[in-house]
């Protein structure tokens, strides 16, 4: 069929267009439009080509998919990509040029619970930090040297829920230290919009003197202004500190014998975040998922699929025999 009617590429373009009025309005985070140019360009634009919009159907759909299935991409990524082209086509919807978005195939996945640390892992990460960060000759790992600043950056992931992209781009006017009355403590940090949700974000109660003590340091080298970045604030490029910590991390995994779990799962820094959701799962005190979901800016699904799985009853035991009442074979445990 003629491609008058328009392509994929012709709406995906348009998308691309309207998140990036979403980003300048800062209702969406920066990653947004490289995502969809990534999808479009990398994916799309070479399996359909010129082809129509009109003529793409649920059959060409999953040709699609066992295209981007050859290329080695795992169900995860192909879900996404095939999110993009379906809110590529609702466009086409929009214009009048489509009635309906075809029925899009669903690849099956299966869910990887994420990799983290347990308490005895982490004791052993901070140990091994320690040391790195005190040894008489400095250690270097490419050209960066090892400092009591990575430590931070763990810690402060493991009592903050953030994903590594967004402490990356946190800046000290995103952070407010709250002191209630009660004495409950927390960092409140607000960040733009990510996956469509806009909650701030509340830290446990070590994150504040984390924060403080990294300001404080960061001020002696005349940073710590409300404009500058948290970590690393000497590095304008936010991909370039990244990549930092992202070496610097996997050398001290190395040296801690923990770059991968009992279940050969590799460890990167995103498992400080998926600590962070574990530790409190397992040490939950009645905390409901949602208010755990929304702190961390995902679902509770996500949380169902991705962290609950690490579960099992020894963890929790005392909330399993947990009684609202007396029992004859032993006090209430609630």
Not at 254 to 260: P, Y
Request: charged share 25%.
């Amino acid at each position: 069929m003629s491609a008058k009617y328009g392509t994929i590429t012709t709406y995906g373009e348009r998308l691309i267009s309207e998140a990036e009025t979403l980003v300048a309005l800062g209702s969406r985070s920066k990653t947004l439009v490289r995502d969809y140019r990534q999808r479009l360009e990398g994916h799309c634009k070479p399996f359909f080509g010129s082809q129509s919009v009109r003529s793409i159907n649920t059959p060409r759909l999953k040709e699609f998919v066992a295209y981007l299935a050859a290329k080695g991409l795992k169900a995860t990524s192909i879900h996404a990509i095939l999110s993009f082209v379906s809110m590529t086509l609702k466009v086409a919807v929009d214009d009048g040029v489509l009635k309906a978005v075809p029925r899009m195939p669903r690849p099956s996945a299966k869910d990887n619970p994420r990799p983290w640390f347990s308490r005895q892992e982490y004791k052993q990460l901070l140990q091994t930090l320690r040391r790195l960060e005190r040894a008489s000759t400095p250690v270097v790992v490419r050209r960066w040297p090892i400092t009591k600043e990575l430590r931070s950056f763990c810690t402060f992931m493991v009592n903050s829920f953030l994903r590594p992209a967004d402490v990356f781009a946190l800046k000290h006017s995103n952070c407010e230290i709250v002191q209630r009355p009660d004495g409950i403590r927390y960092v409140k940090i607000t960040l733009p919009s990510s996956k469509a949700a806009n909650y701030p974000v509340i830290t446990m109660p070590a994150a504040v003197e984390i924060y403080r003590r990294l300001k404080a340091d960061h001020e002696k080298d005349g940073y710590g202004k409300s404009s500058d970045y948290v970590f690393l604030p000497q590095y304008q490029s936010r991909s370039y500190a990244q990549e930092i910590i992202r070496r610097q991390f996997g050398y001290v995994l190395g040296e801690a014998d923990l770059k991968t779990t009992g279940a050969g799962a590799e460890r990167t820094t995103y498992s400080l975040r998926h600590t962070a959701i574990m530790f409190r799962l397992i040490n939950n005190e009645g905390l409901d998922l949602l208010t755990l979901a929304r702190n961390c800016r995902t679902s509770v699904e996500m949380i169902d699929r991705f962290y609950a799985k690490h579960l099992d009853a020894e963890m929790n035991v005392a909330k399993l025999q947990s009684m609202k009442f007396p029992s004859r074979y032993g006090k209430s445990l609630s």
